[in-house]
């Protein structure tokens, strides 16, 4: 393009030796432009371990109880990194601290639109929303971080508890939550369909078992033990050699006895 553009200036009658060289100039800016532009890709690693120390001094200010400077280095690792998730989460919680809502729910949505597994800000955004009255959005984003967490998880179990004052049912949202946690197995583990006990095709029947057992730790994880044991006997009588199988089932027979 570049020697298209030059040889049709050079059809033009009047040019001067000085216009010449301007031109030859601006055409090797170009390329050390171009250079460079290639040159900051290969330090994009090194920019982004820049962006994780700023946000660990951030942290370290922010332990200290100095909350300005926390949040100048948490902005910094952003500016380095626009893809931090973290670094957002870390800034919206100093945002909420000073009462600025709508900036904290900015920084928090850009967590999740960046990192839509990172579980922080959905509790974050759902007590936002239930200080400002909005009980819907509050409900919706406190039923995220129970549905990407662990059930025993501390921060699962604070959103729980906000659901629970909310008047969303318990029992409903462990349900909800086998669903959710089942779906990203089957997807992950490629375990599609439901079991079917009378299948004999031997790998069929691993893959069987092996979803009766998730389905099994799950239940037991929220202390569903009845039907975490008739999972888990199913999943024995598919695969009976399995030793991750009869462990777990062993496990859960005792603790099911303690809570009779």
Known sequence: MYYSNFNNILRMRKITPLFLIALYSLSILSFVSCAFAEEDWSVSSETKKMA???RDKGLRYQKSGDLDTALIYFQKAIELDPNFAVAYNDAGVLYESKGWYDRAKQAYGRAIEIDPSLPSPYYNLGSIYEKEGNFD????YYKQRVLIGDWND???????????GLGVNDPELKQNFLDEQM???EAS????GEPKGNDLNPKRR???ARLHLMRGKQLYSMGRFTEALKELGMAAVLDPKNKEISKTLEEVQQKSLFND
Do not use: G, P
């Open 189 to 192: 583990n490629d375990i599609k």
């Open 206 to 208: 691993k893959r069987d």
């Open 52 to 54: 994780v120390d700023y």
């Open 183 to 185: 779906a990203r197995m």
């Open 154 to 164: 501390e921060w699962t179990v604070k959103a729980r508890q906000s659901l629970k």
């Open 137 to 140: 959005k509050a409900i919706y």
